[in-house]
């Protein structure tokens, strides 16, 4: 299995590009928490960016939707589905026949930050969104040492009895993971927040040597996916004094 390198851009381009942004913190608020907190009460999803070649992809948008609205619920926080900020986007983008040039292919950034303008503005007064979380899933290196496997404040064990018993002694090196990858943004456009966790990895060992995890076993792990996202948000408290929520896993 080949996986595509993410691509380096900044975080007001992750709800056009789906790339990541460069130099991530792991979580943290770019904003004062008192004004996230006192300006933020609903949230709507835009659709989780992928890499192009996860054959899966269209379940882990269901799946890390669904984990994603629980998570944000159970801090007290309303929630807009993907499916209206998804609708919006393209419709806008339809509206003015695409936001890259046909020649050169960029991105024209005229046209992107007005659709995005455009884009905020209808969340916002229509469905009286505060905040826009944009996701995706990133390929990134995870480095092992002996059975475990650490990145973006996950860890998973990549080597079993038999295997360890094949390699014949300690090592470690580096594999490829995914990691789910989050910004939320206020409606003027203003990053409050990044947040990162990680889901699984994509090669562990079979007998000495490293191999791919098919396409179909991933995300097949509601513990781990719930615990990617308890991760990326886990800065985040409950509205309101709500009940504490579960640290991650």
Same mark, same amino acid.
């Given at each position: 299995?080949?996986?595509?390198?993410?691509?380096?851009?900044?975080?007001?381009?992750?709800? $056009?590009?789906?790339?990541?942004?460069?130099?991530?913190?792991?979580?943290?608020?770019? =904003?004062?928490?008192?004004? !996230? @907190? #006192? /300006?933020?009460?609903?949230?709507?999803?835009?659709?989780?960016?992928?890499?192009?070649?996860?054959?899966?992809?269209?379940?882990?948008?269901?799946?890390?939707?669904?984990?994603?609205?629980?998570?944000?619920?159970?801090?007290?926080?309303?929630?807009?589905?993907?499916?209206?900020?998804?609708?919006?986007?393209?419709?806008?983008?339809?509206?003015?026949?695409?936001?890259?040039?046909?020649?050169?292919?960029?991105?024209?950034?005229?046209?992107?930050?007005?659709?995005?303008?455009?884009?905020?503005?209808?969340? $916002?007064?229509?469905?009286?969104?505060?905040?826009?979380?944009?996701?995706?899933?990133? =390929?990134?290196?995870?480095? !092992? @040492? #002996? /059975?475990?496997?650490?990145?973006?404040?996950?860890?998973?064990?990549?080597?079993?009895?038999?295997?360890?018993?094949?390699?014949?002694?300690?090592?470690?090196?580096?594999?490829?993971?995914?990691?789910?990858?989050?910004?939320?943004?206020?409606?003027?456009?203003?990053?409050?927040?990044?947040?990162?966790?990680?889901?699984?990895?994509?090669?562990?060992?079979?007998?000495?040597?490293?191999?791919?995890?098919?396409?179909?076993?991933?995300?097949?792990?509601?513990?781990?996916?719930?615990?990617?996202?308890?991760? $990326?948000?886990?800065?985040?408290?409950?509205?309101?004094?709500?009940?504490?929520?579960?640290?991650?896993?």
């Amino acid at each position: 299995m080949k996986w595509n390198a993410p691509v380096l851009c900044s975080f007001a381009l992750l709800a $056009a590009l789906g790339c990541a942004p460069k130099n991530l913190p792991n979580d943290r608020f770019l =904003v004062e928490e008192e004004r !996230f @907190y #006192g /300006q933020v009460r609903t949230i709507a999803l835009g659709p989780l960016k992928a890499p192009p070649d996860l054959e899966t992809r269209d379940r882990a948008q269901q799946i890390f939707a669904e984990e994603l609205t629980s998570a944000l619920r159970s801090r007290g926080f309303q929630v807009v589905g993907p499916e209206i900020p998804g609708e919006i986007w393209d419709r806008l983008i339809n509206q003015v026949g695409g936001i890259y040039d046909p020649v050169s292919g960029r991105l024209d950034e005229e046209r992107f930050e007005a659709v995005r303008g455009h884009f905020l503005s209808e969340l $916002a007064g229509r469905h009286d969104v505060d905040a826009v979380l944009h996701s995706q899933l990133a =390929v990134v290196p995870a480095k !092992f @040492y #002996g /059975q475990i496997a650490k990145w973006c404040g996950a860890e998973q064990d990549i080597m079993g009895f038999w295997d360890a018993m094949a390699v014949g002694g300690t090592v470690s090196g580096t594999t490829g993971a995914l990691c789910l990858r989050i910004v939320i943004e206020d409606m003027k456009g203003t990053d409050m927040y990044v947040g990162e966790g990680g889901i699984e990895v994509l090669a562990d060992f079979q007998g000495a040597k490293l191999a791919d995890v098919s396409h179909g076993a991933l995300f097949k792990d509601p513990e781990r996916n719930a615990n990617a996202v308890e991760l $990326a948000l886990q800065r985040i408290r409950p509205l309101g004094g709500a009940a504490a929520v579960a640290a991650p896993r």
